[in-house]
């Protein structure tokens, strides 16, 4: 887990509120991370259940109850599915 995985996380997590659902170019747009760097990131939190991808919705992500756990301090990144 990187500085950018938590920052992706938390932008998808919307502080709490209703999860927001993004394609990376709207990540990119809202964290201070290029957007090649988190396309990488957000394809490794899909691997490890983090984020789930929906290509039926033109690419978007959204963050998994997984990730709200990581996030919460309830799931170590030593966990993670690899």
Request: aromatic content about 6%; proline content about 2%; some cysteine.
């Amino acid at each position: 887990m990187t500085r950018a995985d938590d920052a992706i996380l938390e932008f998808l997590l919307n502080e709490g509120n209703r999860p927001l659902i993004a394609n990376p170019s709207t990540v990119e747009a809202n964290i201070d991370y290029k957007i090649s760097h988190v396309r990488r990131r957000l394809r490794a939190l899909q691997e490890g259940g983090l984020v789930e991808y929906d290509d039926k919705d033109r690419g978007l992500y959204r963050i998994t109850d997984q990730g709200c756990a990581y996030l919460e301090g309830k799931l170590d990144a030593d966990d993670l599915e690899k």
